[in-house]
């Protein structure tokens, strides 16, 4: 069993930053990906950034050159540090990794609770 606890969401003003923390706790023997998505009111879920295993990003292109993710990984944590905070960055944002619970399990997807992000005056 794996859990992911995200933290550090919260309301700022537009401009503001956050940084948000996501924690994998349970049994893993390896991640691959470990990534955030966010969901923003009738919106479906996106795609904000991913990092696999190494050192390249992806980030979708809203976020480009404002937001940065970065991993810790002797600490399974994945962090998203949010600058120029628009209020359409408003949404819950959820932490997603891909890994590994054994040698033989295979690669298995886990999804964080979601914190909430506000951007507004």
């Known amino acids: 069993q794996v859990q992911l606890v995200e933290s550090g969401g919260g309301l700022v003003q537009p401009g503001g930053s956050l940084r948000l923390s996501c924690a994998a706790s349970g049994s893993i023997w390896s991640i691959h990906t470990m990534g955030w998505y966010r969901q923003a009111p009738g919106k479906q879920r996106e795609l904000v950034a991913a990092i696999p295993s190494g050192t390249s990003t992806n980030y979708a292109d809203s976020v480009k050159g404002r937001f940065t993710i970065s991993r810790d990984a002797p600490r399974n944590t994945v962090y998203l540090q949010m600058n120029s905070l628009k209020p359409e960055d408003t949404a819950v944002y959820y932490c997603?990794?891909?890994?590994?619970?054994?040698?033989?399990?295979?690669?298995?997807?886990?999804w964080g609770q979601g914190t909430l992000v506000t951007v507004s005056s």
């Open positions: 997603n990794m891909v890994l590994e619970t054994t040698m033989t399990s295979g690669y298995v997807e886990v």
